[in-house]
């Protein structure tokens, strides 16, 4: 189960909201040992890449997420020297429900070559997933609903989420 404080993941809401019509992304840092995890925003850089390498990255920002590795990794050496620990990550969905997709399960095997079956690389990780409806240039932006998916052993399954 997912135990995020109430004020990150209204940051998330936000974020979403205003990176709509891209999927946003970041990671959550658990505090040790509350158990409570932070929101850390990151940069969703699938749109430039999609743009230079089309091919590699077929998908837009519309419908993927790539978390920028820079980021990424000074967020993680932060929890490490706080000794707190990387929880998962969060991202939104546009225009759909906040359900695992088969990209997003994909994502969760960094070769990309898993048999059916295998343990994800990090079988810890925790996915939160919001769904974001709206007009591109409207304001009636919303966030319909938000899942929190977890490897349960032999598959990713929906988990609780516990907003403190
Ligand atoms: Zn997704």
Same mark, same amino acid.
């Given at each position: 189960?997912?135990?995020?404080?109430?004020?990150?993941?209204?940051?998330?809401?936000?974020?979403?909201?205003?990176?709509?019509?891209?999927?946003?992304?970041?990671?959550?840092? +658990?505090?040790? @040992?509350?158990?409570? /995890?932070? !929101?850390?925003?990151?940069?969703?850089?699938? =749109?430039? &890449?999609?743009? #230079?390498?089309? +091919?590699?990255? @077929?998908?837009?920002? /519309?419908? !993927?997420?790539?978390?920028?590795?820079?980021? =990424?990794? &000074?967020?993680? #050496?932060?929890? +490490?020297?706080?000794?707190?620990?990387?929880?998962?990550?969060?991202?939104?969905?546009?225009?759909?429900?906040?359900?695992?997709?088969?990209?997003? +399960?994909?994502?969760?095997?960094?070769?990309?070559?898993?048999?059916?079956?295998?343990?994800?690389?990090?079988?810890?990780?925790?996915?939160?997933?919001?769904?974001?409806?709206?007009?591109?240039?409207?304001?009636?932006?919303?966030?319909?609903?938000?899942?929190?998916?977890?490897?349960?052993?032999?598959?990713?399954?929906?988990?609780?989420?516990?907003?403190?």
């Amino acid at each position: 189960m997912l135990r995020i404080a109430h004020r990150d993941f209204e940051r998330i809401c936000a974020q979403a909201l205003a990176e709509y019509p891209h999927e946003c992304c970041g990671l959550l840092v +658990e505090e040790v @040992p509350s158990g409570v /995890s932070a !929101a850390h925003a990151c940069t969703n850089v699938q =749109q430039p &890449r999609h743009e #230079e390498d089309p +091919e590699c990255y @077929p998908r837009d920002a /519309s419908t !993927a997420y790539l978390i920028d590795a820079g980021e =990424q990794l &000074r967020i993680v #050496e932060e929890a +490490e020297k706080a000794g707190s620990r990387i929880a998962g990550c969060y991202h939104s969905h546009i225009d759909c429900p906040a359900y695992f997709s088969d990209e997003d +399960e994909r994502r969760t095997w960094i070769f990309n070559c898993r048999e059916a079956g295998d343990a994800p690389d990090d079988p810890d990780a925790m996915y939160l997933v919001l769904s974001v409806y709206g007009e591109e240039t409207g304001s009636q932006r919303k966030v319909q609903g938000y899942k929190c998916f977890a490897w349960d052993g032999r598959r990713y399954a929906e988990t609780g989420i516990e907003i403190v």
